[in-house]
Every structure is written in C-alpha cells, then in structure tokens.
C-alpha cells in the first residue's frame, strides 16, 4: 500500500507532502548530444593550479560554488560545483571546468557566441591559436571557415547549448610558450582533443555557474567519437602520465577538493583502495553492480536479487536512489527528533546508515552524508502538537532504457567521504576512506582556493509544515 494514500501518523502526512517537491540539487552537467546540419572574463583567472605534487603525479587544486535552489522564495538546499583550471589551444587560454565523470565531452564557450550568459565566461578565442583545426561532426578537417558547420545541441536538462567542433590542444598544467610541431611533442599534461565550442547557450541554467564549461571523464563509448574522450586521448597519445585519475572531496570550505591525474595521492586516503570492475563498460559509464543495499539494517528489496548498479559521479551533489525506490528510502531515512529544539543541524542527528556492499568491501553512509541541514517542523492544527523532523537529501534517478531502472548514482555524499580513484586502463573503480587535511595544514594556510556563494554559518531555518 503507497503510505500517503492511508497515512496514519503526522509524520507521514508531513512526508507525503513535503517529498512531492522536486529534488533540484542534481548534475551540474550531463550531455545528450545529437549532431545536427576575449578571454576577456568577469572572473580573475582561479588562483588553484595544476602541481607535479607528490612526485610523478599531476595535481588540480578545485574551486568551490554554492548554487542556491529556490521554492517560494526561501532558499530550500544548495547545488554544489568543484571546478579547476584547464587551458586549451596556442598560446594556452584558461578556462575553468567541472572534471565530470558522468559526461564524455570537453565543452567550453566560443567568441561566437552572442547569448547573454557566454558573456559572463571566457570564450574561446578561435582566431589567436595556431593548433586549431576546424572539424565537422566525423572529425574531417573544414577548409573555408565561412561554409556551413556541422553543429551539436547539448541538452543539461533545464538548458541547452548548441556549438560547432574543432580539433585542439589541451593541457592540465599551463604548457607556458611551448609548442609542438606533432603529436608525440606534446608536453606531459597535453593531448589533442576534438573540442565542442558552444556558440549559443540558454539563459537558464549557465547565467549561475561561476564555471566556464565541463571537461568529461567518462568512459569512451560515452562519447561521440574516440577523439573526443579526454582520458582516451592522453593515454593513446601521452606514454608519460599512468592512465588513472583520483578524486578527494573536502569536508570543510577551509580546504580544497583535488583531482589528481596519473594516480591517486596516498596523503588522501586511508589504508589500500579497494577495487571493483566497471560493469558494462561499453555503456560509458563509470558503473559498478551492487551485491546488496541496506538501509538501518533493512535491506533495499529492489537490489535483492544482486542487480543493481551504481555510477560513480563527480558532477552529482546528491546521492541518487531508483524513481521507484525513492519514496520508500525517504521513509526509512526520517526521524523524529525529541525536544522540538528552535535549531538543529540534521546532518547532526541520529539516524540510520545506508550500506552498499560491493562485494568485498562496503561504502557505508551516516546522517551526516546524506541529511537535509534544515529540518521540518510539522503543526498539527486542530492539537496544536509539535514534530521535528529530519530527512534526507535524495535525487530520484530515471536512466531510461540503457542503464534500466535499478540506477544508483554515488554523487558527492559518497565521494566526500570516500577517495575514488578512476583505473581506464584497467577499467576499475577504487574507493578507500579519505583522509581530510589536519587543523595545522589548515592553519598553516597550504589550500589556495576559491569558495562562492558559501551558506551563512549559522544553523539552517527549519521549513514550517501545518497539517
């Protein structure tokens, strides 16, 4: 029986109308493409760049962005971006973007673009580099640049994008004033990529992000083309660099998030990694199967027969849960908290774990992972009785026919709590316990980093129900 059909309980009747409200912190970038027939910027260049720090490894420092979602007027949770600094083309133009596991393509802003919110990124300046070479859609080279492109339209779910594709050179670490006559000169952090140049760009969602475009890191049958992979590229063309990619996601604003190309950083994790297979690799997706789900000890009966899966995914702020088992795990993720204090930090209160055994090891979720910060008060009107409760942040996910609909995503809750380590060569996903930097590290001012639009400090507003 659907429980807010006969909901017995002012709880229940709270949570049948509150868990209607759409979840709205979700992938900053996902990419559904269908071909089709001034680095001037507001923003300062991201003081975070690419290090060879530990030896052999190249590191990019991630900037932060709180995008604040909105109902009636209140500000209800906050999307969360980490983007870091990329630079594209000779002379090198930087461009700050989100390292996306759950994307395939490199998309950045084209001077061509006349839409508004291009105007608030850097744009791609086509005619200062020497290494550009214009494209059509099956990567044949376009010798008038005035006869008609092929051009892409971008779909990011509440916006679009539409751009043209060029051949380009692009690198991790600033290459400085060096070239290459070929392929196999390219510096170590550089490899040639076809780019998507986005000539014009909806209002909403891109006028808010702080970001100029979205590096994808997903596997290659994600992509388009082999050409347009990134990993693809840098380990067929680049013999320097290991072909694995390790992220950390910080806890605290006061220190930056990473990702790390060519390893992982042993300073971030805690004991070995412990790996698992990508399963259906040819899907594109970084995707692992699910032995088992549990939630408080209760196990998930959609994932009881040992097929569900999970993504893991950079450019997700939520842990994201099958349409069809959403409103169920809601239900054992609420509490009732005693006392009816004024103010309280949900992510501070008791409550039950989520564990997801990968076989031979698990990822195990506490209220501090995936609770809303604010909590709910509920009025009962004709008693006048007063509840307090706590609920989780959860994005229903519908994959559609590809994935099927036992779709988990493990978004931030996930990897802020675990380091992840992305193995292309090896197709596997390794995950350990992070390790967040010391309060002396902190003190002794070693993150150079940017926070946006950060929440105020003081414990979130509770949301006021009368039922």
């Not at 709270?14 to 979840?23: D, Q």
């Not at 559904?32 to 690419?50: C, D, G, L, R, V």
């Not at 900037?63 to 969360?80: A, C």
């Not at 994959?399 to 493990?410: C, F, T």
Request: glycine content about 8%; some cysteine.
């Amino acid at each position: 029986m659907n429980p807010c059909i006969a909901a017995p309980t002012a709880l229940l009747l709270a949570l049948c109308l509150v868990l209607g409200l759409p979840n709205a912190a979700v992938a900053l970038f996902k990419t559904k493409i269908e071909t089709a027939n001034e680095a001037n910027s507001p923003h300062a260049t991201a003081p975070a760049i690419a290090s060879m720090d530990p030896p052999g490894l190249l590191k990019v420092v991630l900037d932060k962005q709180y995008v604040p979602v909105i109902r009636n007027n209140r500000t209800v949770m906050y999307k969360t971006a980490y983007f870091g600094n990329i630079y594209l083309g000779t002379p090198a133009q930087p461009f700050t973007v989100v390292f996306d596991t759950g994307s395939g393509h490199f998309i950045v802003p084209s001077a061509k673009c006349q839409s508004e919110p291009c105007f608030l990124h850097r744009r791609y300046q086509r005619e200062t580099s020497t290494s550009a070479e214009d494209i059509d859609h099956d990567g044949n080279a376009v010798e008038d640049s005035n006869e008609e492109r092929d051009q892409v339209s971008v779909a990011f779910g509440t916006g679009e994008i539409v751009g043209e594709f060029s051949r380009e050179t692009v690198c991790l670490s600033d290459p400085g004033s060096a070239t290459a006559s070929s392929e196999s000169e390219l510096p170590a952090s550089c490899t040639r990529l076809r780019v998507v140049f986005a000539t014009e760009m909806t209002e909403e969602p891109f006028s808010a992000f702080e970001f100029d475009g979205v590096l994808g890191l997903g596997l290659e049958k994600l992509a388009l083309d082999p050409e347009f992979s990134f990993m693809g590229q840098i380990t067929r063309l680049n013999k320097h660099m290991d072909s694995y990619f390790g992220v950390f996601v910080s806890k605290s604003d006061d220190v930056s998030s990473e990702i790390t190309f060519g390893g992982h950083d042993n300073k971030r994790l805690s004991g070995d990694l412990h790996w698992v297979d990508v399963h259906k690799p040819e899907l594109g997706y970084w995707q692992m199967q699910i032995r088992r789900i549990t939630v408080g000890g209760e196990p998930i009966e959609l994932c009881q027969g040992g097929d569900c899966v999970a993504i893991a995914d950079t450019g997700t702020s939520l842990l994201g849960v099958p349409k069809q088992a959403a409103q169920h795990v809601h239900w054992l993720l609420a509490r009732n908290v005693d006392g009816d204090p004024q103010e309280l930090d949900c992510r501070h209160s008791p409550g039950p774990e989520i564990v997801f055994d990968m076989g031979d090891f698990n990822l195990t979720l506490t209220p501090e992972d995936y609770s809303r910060p604010a909590g709910l008060r509920v009025i009962t009107n004709a008693t006048n009785e007063t509840q307090f409760i706590c609920r989780a942040q959860l994005l229903p996910v519908d994959e559609g026919p590809a994935l099927g609909d036992k779709a988990w995503i493990l978004g931030e809750p996930v990897l802020r709590k675990y380091y992840s380590a992305y193995d292309w060569g090896r197709s596997r996903i390794g995950f350990a316990p992070a390790i967040q930097p010391t309060n002396e590290e902190i003190a002794a001012g070693m993150f150079s980093h940017r926070v946006v639009g950060a929440p105020p400090p003081e414990a979130p507003t509770p949301t006021v129900v009368y039922i």
